[in-house]
């Protein structure tokens, strides 16, 4: 499954010029989110636990089907059938290799953990689509729901960095691209990610 940037196209830029942010409540923090902004967290999140758990889904299928006998008890191990890197950049961004430049070390790491990894990438995005609703409004969060946003929005970032193109060398990327750049269109995005993300951080300072 592959990243579907035509699904932002949509959105409604002004709709987010008056950035939501967080703000520390007892217990948690709490943000006002329009509907398009709302729509925009839930489009995006929403397509990093599709990628996620179809990938994942897909693999367990394909093992199935070669009748391959150690299933059910990696299943009940929570052993992962993949062994190397996620050929689609956005996926091999969210997850990595355990250690760089020893792909056997990897491949044994990775069995051990990437469906942990998977099904809290998978549980913090819920949590974020279970808490915002869909048509916009107040959103109050404990701290544990707290973590689970940072989380899901930092998998977003990442995304949305590969997308684009981003790195940490292009901070200033916004100011030198063309109008005719049609990454130009989705920057902003990225950036309100961040905002909001620092928000929620400072919140829970």
């Known amino acids: 499954m592959s990243w579907d940037d035509d699904r932002l196209s949509g959105q409604d830029e ?3 010029e ?55 008890l990696e299943a009940q191990l929570g052993l992962s059938s993949h062994a190397r890197l996620p050929d689609d950049p956005v ?9 760089a ?26 949590a974020v689509l279970s808490s915002l609703p869909p048509g916009g409004g107040q959103v109050r969060l404990s701290e544990p729901e707290c973590q689970q946003w940072l989380r899901s929005l930092n998998d977003v970032r990442l995304a949305l960095s590969v997308r684009l193109g981003i790195t940490d060398e292009d901070q200033d990327l916004l100011d030198r691209l063309s109008s005719e750049d049609p990454r130009a269109a989705y920057i902003w995005v990225y950036q309100w990610l961040a905002y909001l993300q620092d928000s929620l951080l400072d919140a829970l300072s």
Do not use: H
């Not at 996926?91 to 250690?99: F, I, M």
């Open 14 to 16: 002004e709709g987010l």
């Open 18 to 72: 008056a950035a939501a942010s967080f703000r520390p409540v007892p217990g948690g923090a709490a943000a006002f989110f329009e509907q398009a902004q709302a729509g925009v967290i839930r489009s995006l999140v929403s397509q990093i636990a599709d990628l996620v758990g179809a990938d994942s889904a897909a693999a367990d299928s394909a093992a199935a089907d070669t009748g391959a006998g150690s299933d059910d």
């Open 91 to 99: 996926l091999a961004r969210l997850l990595p290799d355990g250690y």
């Open 101 to 126: 430049g020893d792909a056997e070390a990897s491949a044994e790491f990775r069995r051990y953990t990437e469906e942990t990894l998977r099904s809290g990438k998978i549980a913090s995005a819920r």
